[in-house]
T-cell receptor, first 110, second 112 residues
Framework: DVKVTQSSRYLVKRTGEKVFLECVQD?????MFWYRQDPGLGLRLIYF???????EKGDIPEGYSVSREKKERFSLILESASTNQTSMYLC?????????FGSGTRLTVV | DAKTTQPTSMDCAEGRAANLPCNHS???????VYWYRQIHSQGPQYIIH???NNETNEMASLIITEDRKSSTLILPHATLRDTAVYYC?????????????FGKGTSLLVTP
């Protein structure tokens, strides 16, 4: 079964920490995405990548960066975590047919 | 980018058809309509997509109006497991890939 795997289901970090959220897909998809989901706001696109070492800003990139060194792996980086980055983070990969999402990482910044 | 408008919430009795509407009046000619759903605590799941013609698969049917300004997702025999948030999305092309802009969706509650 094809999969998008996010390394952690739950994560608690302290304010100011550097946080890495990892995402791996096994479908050889070109495109990968990071979203965050908050109550009442739906899913909002943070960054996406359409090729290795390529990245594009989404709607809310501030406070985040990404890394795509290999096709199957797309990392989201919080350079200095803040409490307003407490959220559910969802990774996805896609081909032209559609998206496959991971199960999400619930990050709490204290 | 074309935006979509969906009702915030809907109810449906188990076994009946659930008809979820979506307005996308600014859609352009080469944009597809996608439907996803998100069951609590899971990532969104692809349901169906279409351009002009009506589409059907094992999960649902998609009816797109002739002017393409609106569409309806039909779950023919809703079950309790269909309780979820349903997102209607118009595909946006960006560079070599594409990004889907998810709105707030419709929260569908299927009741016994």
């Amino acid at each position: 079964d094809v999969k998008v795997t996010q390394s952690s289901r739950y994560l608690v970090k302290r304010t100011g920490e550097k946080v890495f959220l990892e995402c791996v897909q096994d479908m050889d998809h070109e495109n990968m995405f990071w979203y965050r989901q908050d109550p009442g706001l739906g899913l909002r696109l943070i960054y996406f990548s359409y090729d290795v070492k390529m990245k594009e800003k989404g709607d809310i990139p501030e406070g985040y960066s990404v890394s795509r060194e290999k096709k199957e792996r797309f990392s989201l980086i919080l350079e200095s975590a803040s409490t307003n980055q407490t959220s559910m983070y969802l990774c996805a990969s896609s081909n032209l047919r559609g998206y496959t999402f991971g199960s999400g990482t619930r990050l709490t910044v204290v | 980018d074309a935006k979509t408008t969906q009702p915030t919430s809907m109810d449906c009795a188990e076994g009946r058809a659930a008809n979820l509407p979506c307005n996308h009046s600014t859609i352009s000619g080469n944009e597809y309509v996608y439907w996803y759903r998100q069951i609590h605590s899971q990532g969104p799941q692809y349901i169906i997509h279409g351009l002009k013609n009506n589409e059907t698969n094992e999960m649902a049917s998609l009816i797109i109006t002739e002017d393409r300004k609106s569409s309806t997702l039909i779950l023919p025999h809703a079950t309790l497991r269909d309780t979820a948030v349903y997102y209607c999305i118009v595909r946006v092309d960006k560079n070599s890939g594409y990004a889907l802009n998810f709105g707030k969706g419709t929260s569908l509650l299927v009741t016994p």
